[in-house]
């Protein structure tokens, strides 16, 4: 079946830092990828998505680029900021009605 | 637009009773879903609907059910609630077209089962 794999964490960083958050994937088909940010006390909400190989998602200064050689979506930021604490999941979208989750990972930024 | 809502935020119910948590949508999405979350962990799928009248499991549906009468409820129901029932609950839906499936998530309900 389908699976994402994410670095562990939890991540620490200070301010104006360089970001990197790995993802692997296994899939049958050609899924569509995606990173979603969940804030404290809050439910997941997308960050972004890329839907084919070579295409690259960005927002809010976050990008990644969907790599079918290296079955990868790494999310990166060139300077993150305090206000981007949060856990980040990546998930793949294939069969009908199902996405897969990776575990999360958990992102301080300090001043 | 209220996106998607959950009630309640938080329950606390003792080992063998029984609830429903409500999730309604005003967004017209055809894809429902429901998740659970555990501490430090990923979302496990529990049952999705592609539709009012039709559901499905997930990957982790036993002591759950679901029904959808409407595109915009879909009620996840506990039945003899467990201590291995205690999670973070999330609902979630979508338009689905092809594999591009954003979902929208709810805020989510905190259950404590003792």
């Known amino acids: 079946g389908n699976s994402v794999t994410q670095m562990e964490g939890p991540v620490t960083l200070s301010e104006e830092a360089f970001l990197t958050i790995n993802c692997t994937y296994t899939a049958t088909g050609y899924p569509s990828l995606f990173w979603y940010v969940q804030y404290p006390g809050e439910g997941l909400q997308l960050l972004l998505k890329a839907t084919k190989a070579d295409d690259k998602g960005s927002n809010k200064g976050f990008e990644a680029t969907y790599r079918k050689e290296t079955t990868s979506f790494h999310l990166e930021k060139g300077s993150v900021q305090v206000s981007d604490s949060a856990v980040y999941f990546c998930a793949l979208s294939e069969d009908a009605g199902k996405s897969t989750f990776g575990d999360g990972t958990t992102l301080t930024v300090k001043p | 637009n209220a996106g998607v809502t959950q009630t309640p935020k938080f329950r606390i119910l003792k080992i063998g009773q029984s609830m429903t948590l409500q999730c309604t949508q005003d967004?017209?999405?055809?894809?429902m879903y429901w998740y659970r979350q555990d501490p430090g962990m990923g979302l496990k799928l529990i049952y999705y609907s592609v539709g009012a009248g039709i559901t499905d499991k997930g990957e982790v549906p036993n002591g759950y059910n679901v029904s959808r009468s409407t595109t915009e409820d879909f009620p996840l129901r506990l039945e003899l609630a467990a201590p291995s029932q205690t999670s973070v609950y999330f609902c979630a839906s979508s338009w689905r077209r092809g594999s591009t499936d954003t979902q929208y998530f709810g805020p989510g309900t905190r259950l404590t089962v003792l």
């Open positions: 967004m017209n999405h055809n894809y």
